[in-house]
């Protein structure tokens, strides 16, 4: 028999009272006489008849933290009988000595603060009734399709009941633009997990720095990362680690992982742990040798000065643009000051000239998602930085190999820095900060 459990995986660091603030604030913009509909991520298939390792919706995670797949929220905001209910699977000892403990609907109520929940197969018997005499619909269509075709299979019967007195919603609306500007703005709770992943990760790539030498395997590094990941509470990794020795550095997605690393060829390593579903996305750049030379010192020092430059401007009141901007300001003068761009400096911003050498934006959101959900721009300009706003802060330059025009000495040098930066009221807080960048503290640290 399955021996019963209180707490599965349950969020030691957000606790259930900010999970139903969530849920209230959106039910609050919902307004009463609306439904608000969430599914959960589905299981999905790694090969044959096993699984990926289950990863929830992070708009589902986000306003439940319920664990399991085959789930749905109802919001029903001003509903007397319970505003907040939950679908999931049925306690089932057979299916659970195979597959895991489930929470059941009894242990959802206890664990998770759900008014009512019922089992999913109920489900095609129980919505459509709470979805009578509602005005509004919020949910999220093109997740899941199955599930879009019985939201709307449930609309169709209730229009199908009007001659009998039946009230079906009127209205569909996209429930993500509310949800996603929410999520924009991290909790203290949400920061809290933040620096601890973030931690966790710093803590990963200073012991790559320790350990990498020539002739070790990229494979060596990524090992190492996810290792001191798990080990530091962050089971998973955010996102697939690019490590990236010598010329695969200038594949900006370079994931195969697998190359010998060469003396005298640089690693970049972007690389963050999840924790509780919030990710860390770092990167840094150092000499497989222990060892910059003097081409790799010239460019790495350009893009240690974007980053620097570029965090300083990611404050409450500029545009989210800012980082960008100073970023390319500045590579771009370094790509002067190397010789490898010649010309006016505002003349070669306005012409992209550095984009062949850097060809991405500075940054992005972060949260559940390592690229986080929220608007970039606002009435067609660009967002302006808020308080609790987390970012990244990531300027690079890449010279490919064969690169049409480029001196061979810059060959094969990828270089890229990223921090997490989170904004304060009166400035920043930069996450990932205790990972070393320095130059002269790379060099020493590697000896």
């Known amino acids: 028999m399955v021996k019963k459990v209180e707490s599965l995986n349950n969020s030691v660091l957000i606790s ?24 959960s991520a589905e299981e999905k298939v790694r090969s044959r008849d096993t699984d990926y390792v289950f990863r929830q919706n992070s708009d589902f995670q986000y306003l439940s933290n319920f664990p399991e797949p085959k789930s749905v929220i109802v919001l029903l905001p001003g509903r007397e009988q319970g505003e907040y209910i939950l679908f999931c699977r ?22 998770f603060g759900c008014d009512d929940c019922f089992p999913i197969d109920d489900i095609d018997e129980i919505l459509p009734g709470l979805m009578e005499g509602r005005d509004r619909i919020y949910y999220e269509f093109g997740n899941y399709p199955d599930f879009d075709n019985s ?14 007195g039946a009230h079906p919603p009127g209205e569909l609306i996209d429930l993500s633009h509310v949800l996603h500007d929410m999520r924009l703005f991290k909790s203290k709770a949400e920061l809290d997990v933040m620096r601890r992943v973030t931690e966790v990760s710093a803590k990963a790539h200073i012991q790559a720095m320790k350990v990498c030498r020539p002739g070790l395997n990229e494979l060596d590094m990524e090992a190492e990362i996810k290792y001191h990941f798990a080990k530091g509470g962050a ?9 990236a020795g010598g010329e695969n550095a200038c594949i900006l997605h370079y994931v195969e992982n697998n190359a010998e690393l060469k003396d005298g060829d640089l690693l970049l390593i972007d690389a963050g742990g999840e924790m509780e579903g919030y990710a860390a996305d770092i990167t840094r750049t150092f000499p497989i040798n222990g060892k910059f030379s003097k081409e790799q010192k010239e460019a790495y020092s350009w893009v240690l000065k974007a980053n620097k430059e570029a965090i300083k401007v990611a404050v409450k009141g500029n545009p989210w643009t800012a980082p960008h901007d100073k970023a390319v300001q500045i590579l771009t003068q370094g790509l002067v000051k190397m010789g490898i761009l010649k010309g006016d400096l505002e003349q070669l911003i306005d012409e992209e000239a550095y984009k062949p050498f850097y060809m991405h934006k500075t940054g992005h959101w972060i949260g559940l998602d390592v690229h986080d959900v929220g608007d970039y721009l606002i009435d067609k300009e660009p967002r302006i930085l808020e308080e609790n706003m987390v970012l990244t802060v990531e300027p690079g330059l890449y010279f490919a190999p064969n690169t ?4 061979k000495k810059w060959w094969g040098i990828g270089i890229r820095i990223e921090d997490d930066v989170a904004v304060t009221k009166k400035g920043n807080e930069v996450l990932s900060k205790s990972v070393t960048k320095e130059i002269a503290a790379i060099e020493k640290l590697m000896a």
């Open 235 to 243: 089971r998973t990794e955010a996102y697939n680690s690019i490590v």
């Open 16 to 39: 259930k009272a900010e999970f139903a603030r969530r849920r209230r604030k959106l039910m609050n913009y919902m307004g009463n006489n609306s439904i608000g509909i969430i599914h």
């Open 151 to 164: 939201v709307m299979a449930w609309i169709n019967t209730l229009r199908a009941q009007v001659k009998s």
């Open 404 to 407: 049409e025009g480029l001196d």
């Open 90 to 111: 049925e306690k089932d000892e057979k299916m659970e000595t195979w597959h895991g403990r489930r929470y059941g609907p009894e242990g959802a109520i206890k664990q």
